[in-house]
Nanobody
Framework: QVQLVESGGGLVQPGGSLRLSCAAVGNIHGVSAMSWYRQAPGQLRHLVAGITNGGSTNYADAAKGRFTISRDNEKNTIYLDMKNLKTEDTAVYYC????????????WGQGTQVTVSP
């Protein structure tokens, strides 16, 4: 069994900061790319940021300059540091990871709510 356990969401005022965490736990033999997606009400789920196990990163335009994705390979954990948050960043944030058990598969976390409101 493999799970992605997310934490760190919450309510923050515009201009504030939050840090999200996502840990892959279970019978894991390897972890490849990990990423953060978000889904606002009534909208499709979109990529926010991704990171390879070598540390290469990519960001959506809306995240560049404000969000930073990082990774601890020993803990199979990624982080998303978000600063200067805007109301339009309000969404459920999901972690995704490519994980090797007896084969490679994509796994998703349960989602964590981020609400940016005055």
């Amino acid at each position: 069994q493999v799970q992605l356990v997310e934490s760190g969401g919450g309510l923050v005022q515009p201009g504030g900061s939050l840090r999200l965490s996502c840990a892959a736990v279970g019978n894991i033999h390897g972890v490849s790319a990990m990423s953060w997606y978000r889904q606002a009400p009534g909208q499709l789920r979109h990529l926010v940021a991704g990171i390879t196990n070598g540390g290469s990163t990519n960001y959506a335009d809306a995240a560049k300059g404000r969000f930073t994705i990082s990774r601890d390979n020993e803990k199979n954990t990624i982080y998303l540091d978000m600063k200067n948050l805007k109301t339009e960043d309000t969404a459920v944030y999901y972690c995704k990871a490519e994980i090797l058990t007896n084969h490679w598969s994509d796994y998703w976390g349960q989602g964590t709510q981020v609400t940016v409101s005055p």
